[in-house]
């Protein structure tokens, strides 16, 4: 380990003490001097009744649950900056870090008797401990991110292979410039020119000069299938001191859930159809019940003043209800807030022209049809709430691909229909990603991205996500 890099360990782990013993003191002072009894005394016979009855067990605790929360913290890798990790990515690890090390005290308090421990001031150190341990890292990926966006630390990428998944890979780097990756070109056998603006430096017989000339820090292979080639890269990657990663070319089968492993000695990915199953839907139905029944209850109020409002804008009903297709295809009645005219959808075929999607959806960002309490309603996604409703009677998931009309449907093609096989959602995975700003197929793949690679913490961050998308008012019309 480089000196550099211990020195950073050094520094972020004894951030993480200071904010340790602060969320656990602090709970802890404000707790007894706030009591009558010892306010009362004189200060040096205060912090003396202290030590001897209170402040030697708590202190026993601090230093039990603070080492369990390094060691856990450590255990999750938050000691080094993980530039592919979202600032969503780093609170919930840390918040897996500090739960189980929490309960690991939680567990020693309950093994040694310790009962003059508060539960209350056991909760609020935990809950400053989350805050703390989390916020300085927010701060401090938000000050890595800013630096590495302007070009500190940077890395020269080589991309091998201009085709689809080369250019694809090229955008995605493009789009996220606190990766700190800087896609310097392609080497390409069959093509020459540009991709995407960026140059085709050259083929593949002058990757060890490319490399030189550019200062090149790492290489990407998005050609896997050529074997051969693929091996000499490599080879010639290790001679050179070059990190090297391979795109598998199977990403366009669906992105389905993917494992790495040992037969022996050899290497394996294997490639399986994960979904949703079990436990699984168990756990994701309960979350559904429970927060949508939460938020037909506190946002009752913001129903009401919704409600009164399409009403007093326009003439008509105040919900919209239109018929859409649920888990495998089921039809079921689906809930808006109306935002548009009371007779819109008979004036949908005057429309068509002007659509501006490329699937068999129909969207325009100008519709006439729109109310002005619709627009504003829309943009922040407010319509849909009343889906609320649909999620606590089981016709939907809190998360999901957005439900169907049958017309939709019956225009799909047979690997678009995989996204019928979970519940349809309150939001997905492309309204976090552009949601209309989307071409149909995008939407597709992602959909079907979610629903092979479905996890109850992807649930979480999309959720959200979602809630910063929609403040936002981003992509939707």
């Known amino acids: 380990m480089n000196t550099k890099r211990s020195k950073i360990i050094i520094l972020y782990v004894t951030i993480d003490i200071i904010c340790i013993v602060i969320s656990f003191y ?7 001097l706030n009591n009558p009894f010892i306010r009362s005394l004189p200060i040096y016979e205060k912090w003396i009744r202290l030590g001897s009855w209170a402040l030697l067990p708590y202190t026993a605790v601090f230093v039990i649950w603070g080492i369990l929360s390094v060691i856990f913290l450590n255990h999750y890798h938050l000691y080094r900056t993980v530039r592919e990790y979202s600032y969503l990515d780093e609170v919930i690890l840390v918040g897996k870090a500090l739960f189980w090390a929490s309960l690991s005290a939680a567990g020693a308090v309950f093994f040694f008797q310790i009962k003059i421990y508060s539960r209350l001031v056991f909760a609020v150190n935990a809950v400053f401990l989350f805050l703390s341990c989390s916020g300085w890292r927010i701060l401090k990926r938000y000050l890595i991110r800013r630096r590495v966006a302007r070009g500190f630390n940077n890395f020269h990428v080589l991309i091998i292979g201009a085709g689809k998944i080369g250019s694809a890979l090229g955008r995605q780097i493009a789009a996220n410039p606190y990766l700190g990756l800087e896609v310097i070109g392609f080497l390409d056998d069959h093509r020459e020119g540009e991709v995407d603006g960026r140059p085709i430096l050259g083929t593949t017989a002058d990757f060890k000069e490319i490399v030189r000339k550019y200062f090149v820090d790492e290489i990407i292979i998005s050609i896997p299938s050529e074997r051969e080639l693929v091996s000499r890269l ?5 001679r050179l ?3 090297i990663r391979v795109a598998p070319d199977l990403i366009s089968l669906g992105m389905e859930g993917i494992r790495a492993s040992y037969l022996g000695m050899i290497p394996l990915l294997e490639y399986y159809n994960k979904g949703l199953h079990g436990a699984d839907l168990l756990l994701k139905r309960t979350f559904d019940i429970v927060v949508s029944f939460l938020g037909l209850l506190l946002l009752s109020p913001l129903l009401g003043l919704i409600a009164l409002a399409v009403r007093i804008d326009s003439p008509g009903p105040v919900f919209y209800v239109s018929r859409r297709n649920g888990k495998k295809a089921r039809l079921f009645n689906f809930y808006k807030f109306r935002t548009m005219e009371k007779d819109a959808d008979r004036k949908l075929d005057q429309l068509r022209h002007l659509d501006e999607t490329d699937g068999p959806i129909f969207k325009i960002k100008k519709d006439p049809r729109v109310t002005r309490v619709g ?5 922040y996604s407010l319509d849909e709430l009343p889906q609320l409703w649909n999620v606590l009677k089981g016709d939907m998931s809190l998360v999901g691909p957005r439900p169907p009309t049958p017309e939709e449907v019956v225009r799909y093609e047979d690997w678009q229909l995989k996204r019928l096989e979970i519940r349809p959602g309150l939001t997905c995975l492309w309204q976090i990603r552009g949601r209309s700003d989307l071409s149909f197929r995008e939407w597709m793949k992602l959909d079907l991205f979610y629903i092979e690679n479905w996890t109850f913490w992807l649930d979480i961050k999309i959720l959200l996500r979602t ?6 008012g981003e992509g939707a019309y």
């Open 241 to 243: 001191g070059k990190n």
């Open 234 to 238: 490599i080879l010639t990657c290790r």
């Open 467 to 472: 809630v910063i998308v929609v403040l936002k």
């Open 26 to 32: 602090l709970p802890y002072l404000l707790r007894y």
């Open 375 to 379: 627009r504003f309603l829309r943009r």
